[in-house]
T-cell receptor, first 114, second 115 residues
Framework: KAGVTQTPRYLIKTRGQQVTLSCSPI?????VSWYQQTPGQGLQFLFE???????NKGNFPGRFSGRQFSNSRSEMNVSTLELGDSALYLC?????????????FGPGTRLTVT | AQTVTQSQPEMSVQEAETVTLSCTYD???????LFWYKQPPSRQMILVIR??????QNATENRFSVNFQKAAKSFSLKISDSQLGDAAMYFC????????????FGGGTRLMVKP
């Protein structure tokens, strides 16, 4: 089975622009979660989608949004980029939401905002 | 809110020796899950080991084992017979049923393995 894929792997944007990141989960997985990783704040949960519905949201401003499609692929969007949005964005997929199912992480998208 | 704390930013171990990474957490939930993830330089997060809070027996996965002390809210990872490939960032993480798949991570411990 192919693992979790994230595109693009690297991205450079300018302050004020917007960006869309994509995550394709493992085939059959219906839950996708997104995390932001920075040296200062560490790993922080952004949101989780399950069956096209946002189940949970972390403490991020409204500039961060996401969605999930019927094939379970997910996108996250960041509008009006700020320098502080520079980070590694990780997504993780799971068969279903909740306790007994392992989450598998993708390789991440490295976003640099200049 | 749940918090996870890793008090050791860096650790080093000699190849073939044993090392223990510490993690403490705070939660008011009684049913939850604890994890250790490894993040090598490639940045791909890999699950090392998982512990369900309702299980008293400590989880083990080959050379990796945990010491889960529920009352003390402590969850340490022991790596036996350390190998060069164990060098990585290690993150302790927490989740519970009310949070779906949301993981709360500690700040991480960088493990260096000396040949």
């Amino acid at each position: 089975k192919a693992g979790v894929t994230q595109t693009p792997r690297y991205l450079i944007k300018t302050r004020g622009q917007q960006v869309t990141l994509s995550c394709s989960p493992i085939s059959g997985h219906r839950s996708v979660s997104w995390y932001q990783q920075t040296p200062g704040q560490g790993l922080q949960f952004l949101f989780e989608y399950f069956s096209e519905t946002q189940r949970n949201k972390g403490n991020f401003p409204g500039r961060f949004s996401g969605r999930q499609f019927s094939n379970s692929r997910s996108e996250m969007n960041v509008s009006t980029l700020e320098l502080g949005d520079s980070a590694l964005y990780l997504c993780a997929s799971s068969l279903v939401a909740g306790r007994d199912y392992e989450q598998y992480f993708g390789p991440g998208t490295r976003l640099t905002v200049t | 809110a749940q918090t996870v704390t890793q008090s050791q930013p860096e650790m080093s171990v000699q190849e073939a020796e044993t090392v223990t990474l510490s993690c403490t957490y705070d939660t008011s939930e009684s049913d939850y899950y604890l994890f250790w993830y490894k993040q090598p330089p490639s940045r791909q997060m890999i699950l090392v080991i998982r512990q369900e809070a309702y299980k008293q027996q400590n989880a083990t996965e080959n050379r990796f084992s945990v010491n889960f002390q529920k009352a003390a809210k402590s969850f340490s990872l022991k790596i036996s017979d350390s190998q060069l490939g164990d060098a990585a960032m290690y993150f302790c993480a927490y989740s519970n049923n009310n949070a779906g798949n949301m993981l709360t991570f500690g700040g991480g411990t960088r493990l260096m393995v000396k040949p």
